[in-house]
């Protein structure tokens, strides 16, 4: 696996972390106690291209490559874990339009998302619906020429501030996919506050009590909204999340390195005490491994290849799961100031709780990827037999 | 490429991912519950990276998608292959 950046994507990189450690990250701390995002830094990320980044330049986007968007993802992730969700659920809207939408939708939508004049949002989770997705109680029925939805959606990452919800609803039954704009009669929305982690990331309840939307705003085929809509839209937060955790993971451990260099203890440096190297070794070995998963991830992502869904769900599960690793380690390396709004690890520990649910919890991902694995198991033992694998 | 070529390669990646150990050409793999939920993504990856076919809105019909034989039908369908 080559994993050598190409110069483009080392300067791109530099950009990226220049952005975050300017704009983002000596803030992000404010605006997680505020628990709001300010319009300025979403304004700054449009201008500079990041919310259209993975969006194909023929419809006004950057046309970014894989690997470099998921840099880009990593450096906001390392900075705010709140920024960057705002980011990916933008960009899971414009994934499933990508994909899914018909060429006026495409060519209606797209170049909005790409220069920010509409923002997105994922609209899926309900209050009684959380991994069993494919079973929303949201309705939509076809009224006087018109879609006509009745939702109740919990956990809307940017739900406070987005002018565009891909909301997923039940037409007689079947599941599909919508576009409703914010502007839309009978649309309104409840900040959540309080929450553990994602604490700026304004997530809120988004209600639809008969919200009247034109026929056009179907986006993909009745009975597909899940599995094809929901299904592009998840493959690419769950790729941005992979990418995200990496950041956070990267952040802890520098975070760590940092303090471990300054703060002294019985008379030398927190790093030449053998019980803090060995935290450290073991994080600077689980980024690394991290870092492979979604590099490897990018590269399949790049080629299009179908294997790229089930590599990005191990490398969402495995970074979700180093990232709070090492926030729980980057705390106790910091001890009580660790447990502070003094330094920005307490953050992390907050935020990598929440990368462990959104985009599929890790015991969905589990169940994914052990099912993948026995079925690989079973057709290698049926290759190795010769047996053929379909009855004609 | 022929439709042959398209059977085999459709049969080999539907029998990776199915939870069952031999599969009938025309059984529903979605309705019998032998695929998982992200196996309709890969799926369509599978048909745009394997035979350069591009699946689009106007191709969302399970009647496309709901066993190997119709997923034949579908490509051939979609690269002008002949029909056996």
Redesign the interface.
Known sequence: MNIDLSEAQRHARLEFRDFAAQLVAPYADEHDRRQEMPMTIIKEMVARGYQGAPIPSEFGGGGMDALTWGLLCEEIGGASASLLSILTVHAMVAQALCKWGTDDQRRHWLPRLAAGEVLGAFALTEPNIGSDAGNVESTAVLDGGQWRLNADKRWISFGQAATLFLVFAKVEGKAAAFLVERGCQGLSTEPITGMLGFRSAMMADVHLKDCCIPVENLLGRIGFGFSHVAGAALDQGRYCIAWGCLGLAQAGLTASLDYASTRRQFGVFLKDHALIQELVADMITQTGAARMLCYRAAILRQQGDPSMIMEGTIAKYFTSRVAIKLAADAVQIHGANGCSDRYPVSRYLRDAKLMELIEGSSQMQQIMIANNGFNEHRMNARLKGGNGSVKK | MNIDEVTLKT?????????T?????DVDI?ATGMV???F???????V??EFGAVV???D???ENFKS?NALCNFVSRKLGLAAR
């Open positions: 049969s080999d990646f539907v029998g990776q991912h199915v939870n150990a031999e599969i009938d050409g979605f998982n939920s992200l309709a993504m890969q799926l369509v990856l599978f745009e990276k689009e809105n106007e969302l019909d399970l190997i």
